[in-house]
C-alpha cells in the first residue's frame, strides 16, 4: 500500500509573467487522504487542475501509476462546471457513457430525491456539488479532486458528501485530494496536511505528527535566534510565538511552557505567517 | 461524446434551415418587391446565408460549453485534446459540406445560369472560411472577435494568395494577365471549371491554409482553462516560423508553377539554333558558346529566315533577330485597338500581315517595308471577310503594275478564296474544295472530281488544265510564308485519311502516288520536301526525303515517344529531336550530329 | 449506541481517543464480549473520520486484545477478563499520574495531596 499512485516533478505554471506554480515536486500514495491550505491565490486551484489535467503545465510532468487513466480520476471543480442545459438523467447518461460506467449508482441521487427531469441549471449550487459527486462516485475513481465547494454547501448536505467520500475511501482505497481551508468543516478525514505559498508548499505533514511538529509558546522576552518560529503575534504585554519544526532541546534553551496546538490553529498560523510576512 | 455534438449541430441546423426558408419570403413581404419570384430571393439568401454559417461552424466549436460554463468539466472527460477537437470538428465539417452540396444541387435544378464555374470563388471562399474559422476558435470567448478575426484573417489570406502570385510573376517578367488567374480574384463568371485555374494556385492555396491549422493543433494540445491569451502566444509561437515556411514553399510552388515550359528551337541555314521562350530572351546556340539577346520578348516563334535574320511569326509584334549580331529588333507593333492576326509572310523586302480592329469593325492588310521601315496599309471590308474566318494569305503577284495577294479562308468545309489588289479593290474568286496553293504563278484548285489549274489574265483567273483526280487529298506548299515565286518542278500532298503521298509535277501535269505512309509532310522553300512517317501513333517516327517521286529514307528515330515529351522539328538545315530534355541537332545532307556545348 | 466524545481540537491522536473510548465503553459494561462492534465505514461516516484513522484503532485494539476481527463479518469484542484488570489498573494509574501533575503545578506539596485523599477516602 505504500506505492504512489501520483508523482509530481518539477511542476511549473505561468500565465504571463506571473508564476503561478514554481517548481513543485511531490508524490501522492495510493488511498492517502490529504488537505491542502493556503492563501487565496497560492496557486492550490492551479495544482488541483494540473493533476485533473485541466491545466497543461509549461513544465515538468504528472506520472500516475499505471492503470490510473483518465477515466479513474474524478474532479470537482469549485466553479462548479457541468453541462448545465442537460437534465439530470441526461447529464448521468451522458457521463456514464463518456467514463464507461455500465451500473449507475443511483442511491445519493434518490437519497437526495433529485427529480430527474430538472436541467441542472435549476439545480442550487450545493445540489449542483452533490450530484457532481454522484457522477463521480460511478466512476470508482482512483484519486478523487475536490476544491473548495465544502463552504458552498449547507451542513445537511455537507454531511452526505463526507460521508459519500469516505464510503470512496474505504470502498475502492480512493485518494483523496482536498483543497479546504479550515479543519472543521472537513473533520478528520485527511491524514496530510500541505499548505501552499507562492506556488510552493511550505508544510508537508502527516496530521499525527503534527502535533509534535509545531508548538506555540507565550513569552514577555525575545524568543533566541535559533528557534525558528513562523509567526509572530505581538501585544502590548506578550509575545506568542508558534514554532515549526519544533525540537525538544528548544525547551532548554528557552523554558517555557509549549502549548500544543490544534489543526485549525496551526493551519492558520502557516497562512497568517505568509500574510506577516508579505508585511514585512 | 459525440452524439452530443451531433445533436448540437442539428440543432443549429435546423435553426439555420429556418431562416433561409422564412427570410426571403419576409423580405417579399416587407419590401414589395412583389415582382420577384420567392426563389430568385431565396438563393441569394442562401448563397449569403452560407458565409454565414460556415462561421459559425467554424468559431462554434466551445461556444457551446463556454455558455453553459462546462469547460473545465469538458476539459476533465477522459479524451485528449485532440480526440476532443476531432470529435467536435467532424460533425460541423459534415454539416458544411452538405448544406453546400444542397446549395450546388438546388441551384442547378432550379434552372438558375450555368453557373457550376462562377462556384470556384464562392466554393473557395466558403471552405477557407470555415478552416480560418475553425482554426481561431480557441481565440476568445466572444462570438464577435471571432467573427470579425475570422473575417479579417480570410481577407489577408486571399490577399496573400494574391501577393504570391503576383511576386511569381514579376520574377519572372511575365505580365499579370497572362496568367488568367486576375479573373479568379476578381469573381468573374465563365472560367471554365478546371481548364483556367493554374496548377500551382490550388497548391499556394494549401500551403497558405497549412499554418493556421497545423499551429492551431499543435497548439490546442494544450488548450486549458487558463485565459486566452496563453493559448494565443503559444499559436503565434508555433505560428511564425510554419507560415515563413508555407509562404517560402508557396512562392516556390508559384515560380515554378508560373513556368512556361514551352520552349520552341529552329536551326538556321547557318547551323545556329534558336531557342525561344515566353516572356524571355531569345538564345542563339553557335557551335560552342551561346548568346542571349538584350530584350525578353513575349513570345519569339521563329519561322521566316532569311540570311542573318529570322523573322517571328506569333502574337502582337514583328519582331527580327539578327543571328550573326544576335540583336533582335521590334519592326512593328499595331496600334491602340487593333491586334494583329498571327501569321506574317515575306516576300522581296516587304512583311504582310493582315490586321484587324479590336471591335472587328474592319481589317486591313499592312505592308511593311523592311528597307523603309514604312507602313502601306489596304483597307478590307472585315465584312468579307466575315464569311471567311481564319484568312491565310497564300499567295501574291503583279498583275500589270499592281500587285494582288491571295486569300483563302474556311466556311462550311470550303474554302473561299479573296483578292485583294494593292488599290484597295478585292475580287471574290470562288470557293474550292480543298485548300488551294498558289504556284509558279498557278493557282492550284479543286472540284470534287478534278484539280484545276488557272491562270491569272487580265479579268480574272482562267483554267488551264483540268486534271481528274479523286482523292481527298490538296498539294500544297505548308505555310507558304515566302511568297517569292521562285519556281518548283514538283508538288506534293499528303492525305490524312488516306494517307496516300500524291505528287504533281508542275511541268507535265502529271499526278502520281508515291505510296501509303501515315505521317505529315515537311517544305522548305523552294522545293525541298521531306516526309515524316508515324511509324507507331506517337511512337517512332522516320524521316525522309521526297524527290522526284522517291523517297529516301534519312534517319529513323526508334525511340521517339510523345508521351515522353518527345518532339521531332525538320528544318531546312537539319533536323532538331527534343529527347525529353535532352536537345539532338543533326545537321542536313549527312546528319552528323551537331554538338551545342551550351545546350 | 455509542457516545464517542472525539475532541477534533485535542492534539491527542484521534485513533487513540477511538481507543481509548472504546476501552471505556468495555470497562463500564456498556460493551461485553460477543458485542459486534460498528463497521468501520459505519463509525467513520459517523465520526466523519478518515476510515483508516477507525481501522487504526480497531487494529491496535486487536493487538492489544480487546477485540477480533474476523475476516467477512466484521469487528467483534472478545477480551479476556485479566486484560480487564490489567486495562483498569494502567487507566487509574494514567488518570492518577495526570491529577498528580496538575495538583503539583498548582503548587500543592505531596503532603497535601496525601492528605486529600485520605480525607476523601475516610469519609465513606
Redesign the interface.
Known amino acids: 500500500m505504500t506505492e504512489n499512485i501520483l508523482e509530481v516533478d518539477n511542476l511549473r505554471v505561468k500565465i504571463g509573467r506571473k508564476t503561478i506554480l514554481d517548481d513543485i515536486r511531490i508524490q501522492f500514495k495510493k488511498n492517502e487522504s490529504v488537505v491542502i491550505a493556503g492563501r487565496n491565490g497560492s496557486g492550490k486551484s492551479t495544482f488541483l487542475r494540473c493533476l485533473a489535467n485541466v491545466i497543461f503545465p509549461d513544465r515538468g510532468s504528472i506520472v500516475y501509476n499505471k492503470g490510473t487513466t483518465k477515466e479513474k480520476i474524478g474532479f470537482i471543480s469549485d466553479q462548479i462546471s457541468l453541462f448545465e442545459n442537460l437534465t439530470v438523467e441526461q447529464g448521468i447518461r451522458f457521463h456514464s457513457s463518456v467514463f464507461h460506467i455500465e451500473d449507475f449508482d443511483y442511491t445519493l441521487i434518490n437519497d437526495l430525491k433529485f427529480d430527474l427531469n430538472q436541467k441542472i441549471k435549476n439545480l442550487s449550487a450545493g445540489e449542483k456539488t452533490l450530484y457532481h459527486l454522484s457522477l463521480l462516485l460511478s466512476q470508482k475513481p482512483e484519486i478523487l479532486l475536490i476544491d473548495e465547494i465544502i463552504h458552498t454547501i449547507d451542513p445537511y448536505l455537507r454531511e452526505k458528501f463526507l460521508e459519500a467520500v469516505i464510503e470512496l475511501i474505504d470502498r475502492y482505497q480512493t485518494t483523496v485530494i482536498m483543497i479546504n481551508h479550515t479543519f472543521s468543516e472537513i473533520e478528520k478525514i485527511p491524514e496530510r496536511v500541505l499548505v501552499m505559498e507562492k506556488g510552493q508548499f511550505i508544510l508537508d505533514e502527516k496530521c499525527e505528527t503534527l502535533g509534535e511538529k509545531i508548538k506555540s509558546v507565550v513569552s514577555e522576552k525575545e524568543i533566541p535566534e535559533e528557534i525558528p518560529y513562523i509567526l509572530k503575534r505581538e501585544s502590548s504585554f506578550q509575545k506568542e510565538y508558534f514554532i515549526y519544526p519544533f525540537k525538544e532541546e528548544f525547551r532548554k534553551a528557552f523554558p517555557h511552557e509549549y502549548k500544543e496546538l490544534s489543526l485549525n490553529d496551526i493551519i492558520k498560523a502557516f497562512v497568517g505567517g505568509q500574510y506577516v510576512k508579505e508585511g514585512n | 461524446m459525440l452524439k452530443k455534438e451531433i445533436s448540437e449541430v442539428l440543432k443549429h441546423s435546423i435553426i439555420f434551415i429556418l431562416v433561409v426558408l422564412l427570410l426571403p419570403a419576409i423580405l417579399l413581404v416587407t419590401t414589395i418587391i412583389s415582382d420577384q419570384s420567392y426563389f430568385s430571393v431565396f438563393f441569394p439568401v442562401f448563397q449569403f446565408g452560407l458565409f454565414f454559417w460556415a462561421l459559425f461552424m467554424g468559431t462554434s466549436l466551445f461556444s457551446g460549453e463556454r455558455r453553459q460554463r462546462g469547460i473545465e468539466y469538458l476539459l476533465s472527460l477522459p479524451y485528449s485534446r485532440l480526440q476532443l477537437i476531432g470529435i467536435k470538428t467532424l460533425p460541423r465539417l459534415c454539416a458544411v459540406i452538405v448544406f453546400y452540396l444542397v446549395f450546388v444541387n438546388l441551384y442547378k435544378i432550379g434552372g438558375q445560369d450555368s453557373a457550376a464555374t462562377t462556384f470556384i470563388p464562392f466554393t473557395a471562399i466558403y471552405f477557407t472560411l470555415f478552416l480560418l474559422a475553425l482554426s481561431l476558435s480557441a481565440f476568445s470567448d466572444n462570438f464577435i472577435i471571432l467573427s470579425v478575426t475570422s473575417l479579417f484573417s480570410l481577407f489577408t489570406y486571399y490577399g496573400l494568395l494574391y501577393l504570391v502570385y503576383w511576386v511569381a510573376s514579376k520574377i519572372r517578367s511575365i505580365p499579370l494577365g497572362e496568367l488568367d488567374i486576375e479573373e479568379l480574384f476578381l469573381l468573374e463568371p465563365g472560367l471554365s471549371l478546371w481548364l483556367d485555374i493554374p496548377k500551382f494556385l490550388p497548391l499556394v492555396a494549401i500551403a497558405l491554409l497549412l499554418p493556421f491549422l497545423i499551429s492551431f493543433v499543435l497548439s490546442i494540445k494544450k488548450f486549458d482553462v487558463r485565459p486566452a491569451k496563453v493559448l494565443n502566444k503559444r499559436f503565434f509561437k508555433y505560428f511564425t516560423p510554419i507560415f515563413v515556411c508555407c509562404l517560402a514553399i508557396s512562392l516556390l510552388f508559384a515560380y515554378q508553377g508560373t513556368k512556361i515550359e514551352y520552349q520552341d528551337y529552329y536551326l538556321t541555314q547557318d547551323k545556329k539554333l534558336i531557342e525561344s521562350n515566353y516572356y524571355s530572351k531569345i538564345k542563339i546556340y553557335d557551335g560552342d558558346k551561346v548568346y542571349k539577346t538584350e530584350k525578353k520578348f513575349e513570345y519569339f516563334w521563329p519561322h521566316l529566315v532569311e540570311d542573318e535574320y529570322v523573322y517571328d511569326l506569333w502574337e502582337e509584334q514583328v519582331v527580327r533577330l539578327n543571328t550573326s549580331n544576335y540583336k533582335a529588333e521590334i519592326l512593328y507593333e499595331p496600334p491602340e485597338k487593333r491586334e494583329l492576326t498571327w501569321i506574317r509572310w515575306k516576300y522581296n523586302n516587304t512583311i504582310v500581315f493582315l490586321e484587324k480592329n479590336e471591335d472587328l469593325s474592319g481589317a486591313e492588310l499592312v505592308l511593311f517595308d523592311l528597307s523603309s521601315k514604312k507602313t502601306t496599309r489596304i483597307p478590307i471590308s472585315y465584312n468579307q471577310l466575315i464569311d471567311y474566318p481564319l484568312p491565310r494569305i497564300f499567295g501574291t503577284e503583279k498583275s500589270g503594275n499592281k500587285r494582288f495577294w491571295l486569300i483563302r479562308s474556311v466556311h462550311d468545309s470550303k474554302y473561299p478564296i479573296l483578292r485583294v489588289w494593292e488599290d484597295g479593290r478585292t475580287d471574290v474568286i470562288g470557293k474550292t474544295q480543298r485548300r488551294p496553293s498558289f504556284v509558279n504563278q498557278m493557282l492550284i484548285t479543286y472540284l470534287d472530281d478534278a484539280i484545276v489549274i488557272s491562270k491569272d489574265f487580265e479579268g480574272g483567273f482562267k483554267t488551264i488544265r483540268e486534271i481528274p483526280w479523286k482523292l481527298d487529298l490538296a498539294f500544297s506548299t505548308g505555310w507558304g510564308f515566302y511568297l517569292n515565286n521562285i519556281p518548283i518542278k514538283e508538288i506534293y500532298g499528303h492525305g490524312q485519311r488516306h494517307k496516300i503521298i500524291a505528287r504533281l509535277d508542275l511541268e507535265t501535269f502529271e499526278v502520281e502516288e508515291v505510296g501509303e505512309f501515315a505521317g505529315y509532310l515537311r517544305y522548305f522553300h523552294p522545293g525541298i520536301y521531306y516526309f515524316v512517317e508515324t511509324i507507331k501513333p506517337g511512337v517512332s517516327r522516320n524521316i525522309y526525303q521526297l524527290k522526284e517521286g522517291q523517297m529516301k529514307i534519312l534517319k529513323s528515330f526508334p525511340d521517339f515517344d510523345i508521351r515522353k515529351g518527345h518532339s521531332l522539328r525538320v528544318f531546312k538545315a537539319g533536323i532538331v529531336f527534343i529527347r525529353g530534355k535532352e536537345i539532338k541537332v543533326y545537321a542536313f545532307p549527312d546528319l552528323k550530329e551537331l554538338k551545342f556545348k551550351k545546350l | 449506541m455509542f457516545r464517542y466524545n472525539?475532541n477534533?481540537?485535542?492534539?491527542v491522536?484521534?485513533y487513540q481517543q477511538i481507543i481509548l473510548a472504546i476501552k471505556l465503553e468495555i470497562l463500564s459494561g456498556r460493551l461485553k464480549t460477543s458485542d459486534q462492534l460498528p463497521p468501520?465505514?459505519e463509525l467513520?461516516?459517523i465520526?466523519?473520520?478518515?476510515?483508516?484513522?477507525v481501522a487504526k484503532a480497531y487494529y491496535n485494539l486487536e493487538g492489544e486484545g480487546f477485540i477480533e476481527s474476523k475476516r467477512g463479518s466484521g469487528n467483534w469484542v472478545n477480551y479476556k477478563n485479566i486484560k480487564l484488570g490489567s486495562l483498569r489498573k494502567g487507566m487509574l494509574e494514567d488518570e492518577f499520574r495526570n491529577f498528580l501533575e496538575r495538583a503539583l503545578s498548582l503548587g500543592a506539596t505531596r503532603e497535601d495531596i496525601k492528605k486529600l485523599i485520605e480525607k476523601d477516602l475516610t469519609h465513606d
Open positions: 472525539i477534533f481540537s485535542s492534539p491522536p484521534i468501520i465505514r467513520a461516516k465520526l466523519k473520520l478518515n476510515p483508516n484513522t
